[in-house]
């Protein structure tokens, strides 16, 4: 009776550890998403949405803590996560005004998987980062479009809607440094340039903030008062410089031309009308692609060793990619079998996201 009942536990002891293993194991990878936006901007809004949807897809336990353009906030919600009981398998990051160089020390003494997005470390960096055995484990490989491409793409195509008459221009930058900021306007910097017929005046920053690029193309038109064309780094701040243009009497998609990035539903409305002459984006994937990245980590697959220059396109009316975003109808996207393909890809060609 004695060996039978001693049996027996082992038995049930046995298939309740085994039972909870299966339960441990079936469980959902934690994600944390640093997002340093706001999350009623529109871009960071369009990021999040894209990035809830691959989780859902995946079976991700995604978080998502907004840093309201505050670096130093960054700091706050890693610390307050890393002190929980509870901590993420998996922290995505941007590199925005360089926060990497702080958050990943912070990161260092703990198992959690890194992924950074959107905005890339510099090479020095990198270089550091490679030789660190912690690191060469934990920190799994950036996914970083090519803003240079992508700000040289929209001036050329907003001078194009100029019918490539010469005349003077203006760009108005994000910040001097975050690195989608700068390489983004040394791709717009390095079109003009090249232009021999057309003159840039003066590149300024306008923080992304829309009130401040107003007032900061009032003053530039008043400098330059025959401006032809104007070259932005995202949908915010060209609305600000819209209204500066038509406060000033002129006519946007006739008498002077703009050029931006982003996908909100506003800026596709102006694209669509004309006011915006050149527009890029795509680049709002880049969480949902990371998420399909750390899906594929977990599970053991392949995933691509860099990604970069996949995420932005030209978005034009009348096209398959415009009316989708539109409509964002991101659960139509087959995230799962993206995340599951055998070959190394950077892009969701998988997707219905093609032109």
């Known amino acids: 009776m004695r060996n039978t009942l001693l049996v027996w536990l082992i038995v049930s002891v046995g298939t309740l550890f085994n039972t909870l293993a299966l339960a441990a194991a079936q469980q959902p990878a934690r994600v944390l998403f640093i997002n340093p936006g706001f999350a ?7 990021v999040d949405d894209y990035a809830n949807a691959a989780a859902k897809a995946l079976n991700l336990d995604l978080t998502i803590r907004h840093a309201d353009r505050n670096h130093f906030a960054m700091r706050q919600i890693l610390s307050a996560t890393l002190n929980k009981p509870t901590r993420p398998d998996y922290v995505i990051i941007v590199n925005e005004k360089l926060a990497a160089d702080n958050l990943l020390p912070m990161l260092r003494n703990y198992p959690i998987y890194v992924q ?26 950036s996914i970083i479009p090519d803003n240079q491409t992508i700000g ?50 003066q590149i300024v920053h306008g923080q992304w903030n829309e009130s ?10 008043q400098r330059y008062p025959n401006v032809r064309y104007v070259w932005t780094a995202n949908d915010h701040m060209a609305f600000g410089a819209m209204k500066a243009a038509k406060a000033a009497g002129k006519t946007p998609g006739e008498d002077i031309f703009f050029a931006t990035v982003n996908t909100s539903e506003k800026v596709l ?33 392949p995933i691509p060793k860099r990604c970069s220059g996949e995420l932005f396109r030209l978005i034009t009316p009348d096209t398959h990619f415009f009316t989708q975003l539109r409509e964002q109808a991101w659960h139509e996207i087959p995230f799962l079998k993206m995340a599951r393909r055998t070959e190394s890809q950077c892009a969701p060609h998988s997707t219905n996201m093609d032109n």
């Open 40 to 46: 009623t901007e529109s871009f960071w809004q369009d």
């Open 116 to 141: 950074v997005i959107l905005n890339d470390m510099d090479e020095q960096t990198k270089k550091t980062l490679k030789q660190d055995t912690h690191w060469q484990e934990f920190l799994l490989p």
């Open 152 to 201: 040289y793409a929209i001036a050329e195509e907003m001078v194009l809607a100029g019918n490539d008459e010469p005349g003077e221009a203006v760009m108005i930058s994000g910040d001097l440094t975050t690195p989608a900021s700068v390489q983004r306007e040394a791709g717009g910097q390095r079109f003009f340039n090249e232009k021999k017929n057309i003159t840039l005046r």
């Open 212 to 221: 401040i690029s107003r007032e900061q193309m009032h003053t530039l038109l």
């Open 269 to 301: 409305a102006s694209r669509e009308k004309g006011n915006i002459s050149a527009l890029g984006g795509g680049h709002f994937s880049a969480a949902g692609l990371a998420l399909s990245h750390i899906y594929a980590h977990d599970s053991g697959l």
